[in-house]
């Protein structure tokens, strides 16, 4: 079985894993990161919604043969910097935004990503976001991204 290296929340790690296992099992089940929710495990609801090298994507979609060598993942446990929340958490903590909370770790995900590349999105981008929540808290999110753009 072959060895993958890469980085995950800042730190190196090396796994063990089939070459077609989707990285998010590795995530979840080799390295206890359970952040990233499985979902639909094709992409579409985007429950595991985490970041490559900064951009988003779906881990579920992904197996660790595609992952480019060198990779740097960051899921939810590695948005804080320390005991500081980032600004969209502590958005969505202010704005109370989740409900089940499920979806809210890929959610949280996507508005960062977002943010990084929009500042100060309209709410047609903000609504272009397509990770789904089932509890419907859409508005509470674009509150909550309009918040953290400040």
């Keep these: ?23 998010l099992w ?22 595991c919604t985490c970041h490559l090298d900064g951009a988003a994507f779906t881990p579920c979609t992904m197996t660790m043969a595609q992952l480019p060598a060198g990779s740097s993942v960051t899921t939810i446990e ?11 958490q502590q958005a969505w903590i202010d704005l109370d935004v989740a409900q089940c ?9 996507a508005a960062v990503a977002l943010l ?4 100060h999105p309209t709410d047609a981008q ?10 419907g808290t859409y508005p509470r999110i674009r509150a909550a991204i309009k918040l953290a753009a400040g």
């Design 78 to 88: 590695g948005l804080a910097q320390g005991d500081a929340l980032h600004p969209v």
């Design 126 to 135: 903000i609504d272009a976001i397509e990770n789904v929540c089932r509890c």
């Design 26 to 47: 590795v995530l979840r089940d080799k390295l206890g990161i359970t952040g990233p929710k499985y979902g639909c495990g094709v992409g579409v609801c985007r429950a």
């Design 116 to 119: 990084r590349t929009t500042p």
């Design 1 to 23: 079985m072959p060895v993958y290296h890469f980085v995950v929340n800042g730190a190196s790690v090396s796994v063990e894993a089939p070459s077609d296992m989707s990285l």
């Design 101 to 109: 909370g499920y979806c809210q770790p890929g959610q949280i995900m």
